[in-house]
């Protein structure tokens, strides 16, 4: 991968362009239509959600620091594009570093990542938070409602630990969010803001969850206990290559090509494709596409036994578990 781990000045100033320029321009537009038709509005909301996501990979580069050589540059066009996708830079930097660091491995869950219990665990827990877990795994949920509680709600709260620079970012980022939502509210009526805005953010919030989602969940993935756990397993098996269509690729910044992402996080998004053309041992990596990724819906616990992931309806719980909890197997 180290070839492909510096970045093009001008390709990411010419991303940056491509970009926010539309983004910008859909968004306007989006306003003008109003007095014409919600139903147009709807339709420019959906291609400025894509936009959104295309902003946000900029963002996610930002905070590799593989978006610009130089690191000041990466949280000054970091920090600004979390204010426009509702993501601290600072905070969102340390969580997800921690996830490429223990992705797939099952004994550091936690952090970073979408909360997924193995059959065991499972079963071995109390009736509640099995119906928790139950009601986090239903897509209306993690699709629907989760974006909203992750965005707007915890992403505007420091973590536990964090450190002064940490914690400042967090709070420069909520006053700029706020800032901005309160002048378009004041120049354009706060109805015309959120007829617009909203809209665009749970599109945008929605096919983000889902991305990282099936990024992670599908057919003949990865999971490991530490003791057997692999980086560059958990890289290129652990991690999906989501074949979009073009426009769609385009779109997402090509995070679909995940599995070359988490073997070097330091690859650029516009050096995705050619680093996965290039590299011959990974034209075998586990493939999905849009169909075949649908069936990841399905998918709720990992059974550790088979190493595959499997629904709900595939296990039993025994009739004196169904309102009591045993203790799991313990987990670093």
């Known amino acids: 991968m180290a070839p492909y781990e510096k970045s093009d000045t001008w390709h990411s100033v010419r991303q940056l362009i491509n970009t926010l320029v539309p983004f910008i321009m859909l968004w306007f537009l989006a306003y003008q239509s109003l007095s014409i038709s919600y139903v147009l509005t709807l339709a420019l909301a959906v291609i400025a959600a894509g936009f959104q996501i295309r902003i946000f990979i900029i963002f996610h580069d930002c905070c590799h620091h593989s978006f610009f050589k130089n690191r000041t540059a990466n949280k000054i066009i970091g920090t600004i594009t979390g204010v426009l996708?509702?993501?601290?830079?600072?905070?969102?930097?340390?969580?997800?570093?921690?996830?490429?660091?223990?992705?797939s491995n099952l004994d550091k869950r936690g952090t970073g990542d979408i909360w997924m219990l193995t059959v065991e665990e499972y079963i071995a827990s109390p009736f509640w938070t099995r119906v928790a877990y139950r009601m986090?795994?239903?897509?209306?949920?993690?699709?629907?409602?989760?974006?909203?509680?992750?965005?707007?709600?915890?992403?505007?709260?420091?973590?536990k630990g964090a450190r002064l620079k940490e914690r400042m970012n967090t709070y420069i980022t909520n006053l700029a969010?706020?800032?901005?939502?309160?002048?378009l509210c004041w120049a354009l009526g706060w109805q015309a803001f959120l007829l617009v805005q909203g809209p665009i953010f749970l599109i945008s919030g929605s096919m983000g969850v889902w991305l990282f989602y099936v990024?992670?969940?599908?057919?003949?993935?990865?999971?490991?206990?530490?003791?057997?756990?692999?980086?560059?397993?958990?890289?290129?098996?652990?991690?999906?290559?989501?074949?979009?269509?073009?426009?769609?690729?385009?779109?997402?910044g090509s995070i679909g090509y995940h599995h070359v992402h988490h073997l070097s996080p330091r690859v650029p998004n516009y050096?995705?494709?050619?680093?996965?053309?290039?590299?011959?041992p990974l034209q075998n990596v586990?493939?999905?596409?849009?169909?075949?990724?649908?069936?990841?819906?399905?998918?709720?616990?990992?059974?550790?036994?088979?190493?595959?992931?499997?629904?709900?309806?595939?296990?039993k719980i025994p009739s004196e578990l169904r309102s009591v909890s045993v203790q799991p197997k313990p987990r670093l």
């Open 215 to 252: 990024q992670h969940t599908f057919e003949d993935s990865y999971f490991e206990e530490d003791a057997d756990w692999e980086y560059v397993k958990a890289a290129v098996e652990g991690s999906s290559f989501y074949k979009l269509p073009k426009l769609l690729q385009w779109l997402t």
């Open 136 to 159: 986090y795994r239903n897509p209306f949920v993690m699709f629907g409602l989760g974006p909203i509680y992750v965005f707007l709600i915890t992403n505007r709260f420091n973590r």
């Open 271 to 280: 050096k995705l494709e050619t680093a996965h053309n290039d590299t011959e």
């Open 85 to 103: 996708t509702f993501f601290p830079y600072n905070q969102w930097q340390h969580s997800h570093s921690v996830h490429h660091a223990t992705s």
């Open 177 to 183: 969010i706020v800032a901005l939502a309160a002048v």
């Open 286 to 315: 586990p493939t999905i596409t849009l169909a075949t990724s649908l069936s990841s819906l399905k998918f709720r616990l990992w059974d550790e036994q088979n190493k595959k992931f499997v629904g709900f309806k595939d296990i």
